[in-house]
């Protein structure tokens, strides 16, 4: 099992940026394909981003393509979640997300993903 804490939210300007963190305890990283969501009040939660385990390939919701970027640091068995050009719309709670099985298959649904962390707030202030 596997033990996920973000870290890296906060207050931003619109066109600002954020990084968010998810680091990982009690299993390697590389032993799960990674998912980053989000949910905003009053709404479902929603797939941000993909990052399959070995091939390290990635995945991103249309309106996040180009200004996120997912990745991981093996030696800190910790995944990224770089936010770029940031909008009043990508306001949320931001939550990282282990899947174990069907590796490298991208899942865009909560029920696809095994582990999740608590969550962390990001406001985009306009």
């Known amino acids: 099992q596997v033990y996920l804490v973000e870290s890296g939210g906060g207050l931003v300007h619109a066109e600002g940026s954020l990084r968010l963190a998810c680091a990982a305890s009690?299993?390697?990283?590389?032993?799960?394909?990674m998912g980053w969501f989000r949910q905003a009040p009053g709404k479902e939660r929603e797939f941000v981003a993909f990052?399959?385990?070995?091939?390290?390939?990635?995945y991103y919701t249309a309106s996040v393509k180009g200004r996120f970027t997912i990745s991981r640091d093996s030696a800190k068995n910790t995944v990224y979640l770089q936010m770029n050009d940031l909008k009043p719309e990508d306001t949320a709670v931001y939550y990282c997300?282990?899947?174990?099985?069907?590796?490298?298959?991208?899942?865009?649904?909560?029920?696809?993903?095994?582990?999740w962390g608590q969550g962390t707030q990001v406001t985009v202030s306009s």
């Open positions: 990052l399959a385990r070995n091939s390290g390939s990635t």
């Open positions: 997300t282990a899947k174990v099985g069907l590796a490298g298959l991208v899942s865009i649904r909560t029920s696809g993903y095994d582990y």
């Open positions: 009690g299993d390697t990283l590389s032993n799960y394909d």
